[in-house]
């Protein structure tokens, strides 16, 4: 078991972490918190770089000055530790070093929900120990699954697939802004391939196929009882297939061949593993945005690309604006009136921003595909600006009223907040 140890925490023995390519956006907050006293816990997909962002954060903390002896690393999920509880292997760790108990040490638990009894011993260790923890987990289900053990004892990051701006860095230098076209080349990259960070740096057919089910076999099956997998493996194709429709349980169950409440549970499962979203109704009326068809995304395109290959761009380009919005952390909902719609409505009624994504490589305020911004703006007569992200098209101009801004896609990824708070 000590060879295991040594074997994970190599700067026991004066060598660094392999750190990777930095992920500046999450690495910087957590490190600028490292004092306060809350467990850490990142959330996100497997592979999604939970487990490289713990080595950059022991690596920093290493070059800050941190004594190695004071920072262990665990991967619950190695056989030869998911069956010892966190005390133990902190007891090992402290006998290793001669570690007084006042002592400040720092612990990271890399798939914590490996570990027997990991919510009644983070309380513990939280409530007795001088321990800092940072904890990884695959599903949203650890923060139910621990039944209010952690409450105030625990601050939650989610760690999204690679942002545009995180796929660029990751696939070399930075183009000039003069170089457009190599950006737009960029984001039709990035469409396809997605943000898997391996995926991302070596592209290969097999890895996204063999991931996924990898996270149907290890994150879903075993954690919740889903009797019919196949038809689990069905939805995930049904939702790659229709990104940015709406949709209902109704219909997917009656697709599926399964009852209401299973399709409810199954499209849960696939939220809870960090596969799929689902976004309601933009409306004033609470009983509506319950009980209205909803909206479903993926989490990352690489899966779509595994599911129903390389087209669909307009569908592509809507589900990475809506993981944009969602990792900035924007609530945002669908617009629908008959068959008219509008993808994105950001904030109230008072101040609504309606947000449309089209392909377009021309502006024309009277093209038919523009009619839901303008039913829109009927509706809702404080709205003064209205946003349209392109493939090609940077304009601003007058609409119905308004000033309707557009963009190319990528432009928006780089810095949507500029765009959405213009």
């Not at 080595?55 to 991967?75: K, M, T």
């Not at 070596?202 to 063999?210: F, G, K, R």
């Not at 009136?337 to 305020?365: A, N, Q, Y």
Request: net charge neutral.
């Amino acid at each position: 078991m000590e060879t295991i140890y040594y074997q994970l925490n190599p700067w026991w023995e004066g060598n660094l972490p392999d750190v990777g390519i930095l992920r500046e956006a999450y690495l910087r907050p957590l490190l600028d918190n490292r004092d306060r006293r809350q467990v850490e816990i990142l959330l996100g997909s497997r592979r999604v770089g939970k487990t490289t962002l713990l080595r950059q954060l022991i690596s920093e903390l290493l070059a800050s000055g941190i004594n190695p002896h004071d920072i262990c690393f665990l991967a619950l999920d190695h056989p030869a530790l998911s069956g010892t509880s966190i005390t133990d292997h902190l007891k090992v760790f402290r006998t290793l070093f001669d570690h007084p108990r006042n002592r400040r040490l720092f612990l990271f638990l890399d798939e914590v929900q490996d570990s027997p009894a990991w919510e009644v011993e983070l309380k513990s260790l939280y409530d007795t120990e001088q321990l800092k923890l940072y904890c990884t987990g695959s599903t949203s289900a650890l923060l139910t699954r621990q039944g209010g053990k952690l409450t105030g004892r625990q601050i939650t990051t989610t760690i999204f697939p690679l942002s545009f701006t995180e796929f660029i860095d990751f696939r070399g230098p930075r183009p000039k802004m003069a170089e457009d076209y190599r950006y737009e080349r960029l984001a039709q990259d990035y469409l396809v391939t997605g943000g898997y960070p391996e995926e991302v740096l070596s592209p290969n057919p097999a890895y996204l196929a063999n991931l996924l089910e990898d996270i149907l076999a290890r994150d879903l099956m075993r954690l919740f009882p889903i009797k019919k997998p196949a038809v689990l493996k069905a939805l995930v194709r049904l939702v790659a297939a229709s990104v940015g429709g709406r949709t209902s349980f109704n219909r997917l169950s009656s697709l599926l061949g399964i009852s209401l409440d299973t399709a409810k549970e199954y499209v849960g499962y696939l939220e809870a593993a960090y596969l799929a979203a689902s976004m309601g109704k933009w409306t004033t009326s609470h009983s509506e945005r319950v009980y209205s068809q909803k909206k479903l995304y993926l989490w990352d395109m690489g899966i779509k690309t595994v599911c129903t290959g390389p087209g669909d761009e307009g569908a592509r380009a809507e589900n990475a604006v809506y993981l944009e919005l969602l990792r900035r952390g924007i609530e945002t909902g669908y617009y629908a009136e008959s068959e008219r719609e509008v993808d994105f409505v950001v904030g109230s009624v008072k101040t609504p921003l309606p947000v449309e994504v089209k392909m377009l490589d021309m502006l024309d305020p009277k093209d038919k595909r523009l009619s839901g911004l303008a039913l829109f703006v009927r509706r809702f007569p404080a709205t003064r600006r209205a946003l349209v992200v392109t493939r090609t098209v940077q304009a601003t101009i007058p609409y119905h009223g308004i000033e309707l801004q557009a963009v190319p896609l990528w432009r928006f990824l780089l810095d949507a907040g500029r765009y959405l708070n213009d």
